[in-house]
């Protein structure tokens, strides 16, 4: 039987008194696409903070690919794309292929440089991610939305097994927005990897995920986009205000 | 010619053992200066330069004090303050900068219950206060340049890691770089790029020439490896003309090299602006200029 690449146990988080996860328990199978939601302030963030490490949790287990999370190592079968990654790098002296190479800093390990090899693997991300020409022109001047691919890029040239963004459409126009689910989609498609991606978009994330989760500190649902809807889901958890959010879309 | 016979007259200048040490020395601090600088400016940290200059200060009070060698006694205490900056920050993560006000209030105290213990303003606090090239003795010249290229091995090998970390630090973390470990091994290189230097521009402008030189090669540079690239060259011309200007016109070397920096600093400056040498200006670089400005 496949073996899960994440498993959340009953996590729990506080900051300081403030408790921002309660009892989570969720769990990802491989090529799934999960799109997690909940308003701002629902802990999201501070979630993947926890899968990633970045943050302990108060209680509960995580496990990474059958693998408790201390005891896993492999970081680099998951590939991070943090939230506002496109509003600090305006003025950073790097050119995209600079970017794109520090990706493979972890699995380079320290004192190795990256070879010919490494370069090919860039090469090979800048393609996949349809920003090639661009290798030469410095990060900041990009837009958001091709800062935002080149960003992917740099997550995907050690090869992970699990992609997370966190917001990564913030400060992207529509249009590219939709370019870039479509990119999401293909990797999926192409390289069978596993996507969790957070957002506070509910009616656009909940279009092109496979399964939804659903986050207010408690997770209030976790399944398919269909049942999300039917559920009433957004309601139970952003409260009565959301419906009319609902309404718009 | 009299050009030409200014530079002859540096030529001769060269066979005096003084004027050598002040030029291996003053080359060696364009170097590190640049090396420690560019990642000290692209992660806004130019507040550890101020740290560890106010640290070096109480160090070399305490080795003219006490009699032992002030440039061993300022690496040393730069080194404690390196660890108890660690120690801070790791305590109180979330605040980083409160852990740097709090060791260069420890490095600026102390330096002035020191210098107050010596009775007087020692003429020695005063040639590192404000840099004394041409004093510069072959122990200094000896110790600056082996933990010269310590500093420098030891960035270079880092180089990867201190990218990514300046680029994106939770990312890096999240990958798996060993974060921790490259961040102090980064400021333990800081403080003895910014004690050895001291020796040369003098502490009051040693955060000068690790910020100014990156601050102008930001202005034209279009990579990453174009900013390392131009910093080096800026700060070479600054130190070599620095010296130049100093010697010629007898003025103080510390403030001649800085100057010449800022020279350079305001043409690159205005090249961008005016021929458009390195791209239009963008919202960022206005920002980052803003932080270097506070290092100054």
């Not at chain 1, 693998?67 to 995209?96: D, L």
């Not at chain 1, 001047?141 to 963004?165: D, N």
């Not at chain 2, 091995?153 to 974060?179: C, M, S, T």
Request: proline share 3%; aromatic share 8%; charged share 15%.
């Amino acid at each position: 039987m496949e073996e899960p690449v994440l498993v959340l146990d009953q996590v729990s988080f506080h900051y300081g008194y403030r408790l921002v996860l309660e009892d989570i328990n969720l769990t990802v199978w491989p090529g799934d696409f999960l799109g997690i939601v909940g308003p701002n302030g629902s802990g999201k963030s501070t979630l993947l903070k926890i899968i990633l490490r970045l943050l302990r949790p108060s209680q509960g287990q995580v496990s990474l690919f059958g693998q408790s999370q201390e005891k896993f190592h492999q970081w680099t079968k998951i590939g991070y794309v943090p939230q506002n990654a496109t509003s600090f790098h305006h003025g950073f002296p790097a050119t995209v292929q600079e970017v794109v190479l520090s990706g493979l800093t972890a699995s380079l390990g320290l004192f190795k440089r990256p070879g010919v090899k490494g370069q090919r693997r860039v090469s090979e991300a800048l393609e996949q991610v349809g920003v090639a020409e661009l290798r030469n022109r410095v990060i900041g001047e990009l837009s958001g939305g091709q800062q935002q691919r080149v960003l992917i890029a740099k997550a995907l040239v050690s090869r992970p097994a699990l992609l997370i963004l966190d917001e990564p459409t913030v400060g992207v126009d529509l249009a590219a927005q939709e370019q870039f689910y479509n990119l999401l989609l293909e990797l999926r498609k192409a390289e069978g990897m596993t996507l969790i991606l957070v957002s506070h978009d509910v009616g656009v994330i909940t279009e092109h995920v496979c399964s939804v989760a659903c986050l207010n500190r408690k997770l209030y649902f976790h399944g398919a986009p269909a049942d999300f809807w039917a559920k009433d889901c957004l309601g139970q958890t952003y409260g009565s205000a959301a419906r009319v959010l609902r309404h718009a879309h | 010619m009299p050009i030409r016979i200014e530079v002859l007259e540096i030529f001769e200048l060269l066979e005096y053992g003084f004027m050598q040490r002040a030029f291996a020395a003053g080359l060696m601090v364009a170097v590190l200066c640049p090396t420690i600088g560019i990642f000290i400016v692209l992660r806004r940290l130019s507040m550890i330069g101020e740290m560890f200059s106010h640290v070096s200060l109480a160090g070399v009070a305490l080795g003219v004090l006490s009699g032992v060698y002030p440039l061993a006694t300022a690496v040393g205490l730069s080194l404690f303050a390196a660890a108890g900056l660690e120690v801070l920050r790791r305590t109180y993560r979330m605040f980083g900068d409160l852990a740097i006000a709090c060791m260069v209030s420890f490095g600026i105290s102390l330096a002035v219950v020191l210098i107050s213990l010596a009775q007087a303003f020692n003429l020695a606090i005063f040639f590192y206060l404000f840099g004394s090239v041409i004093a510069i003795t072959g122990q200094d010249l000896q110790l600056i340049l082996i933990l010269g290229i310590l500093v420098l091995a030891l960035v270079y090998a880092l180089q990867k890691e201190l990218f990514i970390i300046a680029f994106d630090e939770e990312g890096a973390r999240a990958a798996g770089v060993r974060v921790d470990l490259v961040n102090a091994l980064f400021v333990v290189a800081t403080a003895l790029t910014i004690t050895l230097s001291m020796r040369v521009v003098g502490i009051l402008l040693v955060s000068s020439l690790i910020t100014v030189p990156v601050a102008a090669a930001l202005q034209l540079s279009r990579s990453f490896r174009a900013t390392a690239c131009y910093a080096y060259l800026f700060a070479m011309i600054s130190v070599l003309l620095g010296l130049f200007i100093a010697f010629h016109a007898d003025l103080a070397p510390g403030g001649s090299i800085v100057l010449t920096s800022l020279g350079i600093f305001a043409i690159a400056a205005l090249s961008r602006k005016f021929l458009g040498i390195g791209g239009e200006r963008d919202e960022g670089t206005r920002i980052i200029g803003t932080a270097e400005g506070k290092g100054l």
